[in-house]
């Protein structure tokens, strides 16, 4: 992936995820003051549609899991990367922890 400048970066067409229209389009990023609209996920047009409906299920659910306290934007990760074929569990402070796939077993000897 070529390296973009600022500039290019807010150029970009930003729209919300987690609003698609019903024709497979997306409604322009952000909301007004005092809408009734969720939580916006907000990525450039050619993230939404390079990724799946799952990815974009997930990041959605993740932002809007995140809330908006104290009025500030949240960021959290759009595409998570698992590595050695884990899975991702929260911990009760909020942060992502890779587990493997191998589930501790207990043992009984007669």
Request: net charge positive; glycine share 10%.
């Amino acid at each position: 992936m070529a390296k973009k400048g600022l500039r290019e970066w807010v150029k970009e067409k930003w729209v919300d995820i987690g609003a698609p229209k019903k024709d497979g389009k997306y409604q322009p990023c952000g909301r007004s003051k005092g809408s009734k609209r969720a939580y916006p996920k907000c990525v450039p047009i050619a993230k939404a549609r390079s990724m799946s409906s799952s990815q974009k299920r997930s990041a959605v659910s993740r932002k809007r899991a995140a809330g908006n306290p104290g009025g500030k934007p949240t960021n959290v990760k759009t595409i998570v990367k698992k590595s050695n074929g884990g899975y991702i569990t929260v911990n009760p402070r909020g942060f992502g922890r890779m587990l493997s796939n191998k589930r501790p077993t207990t043992r009984i000897f007669t």
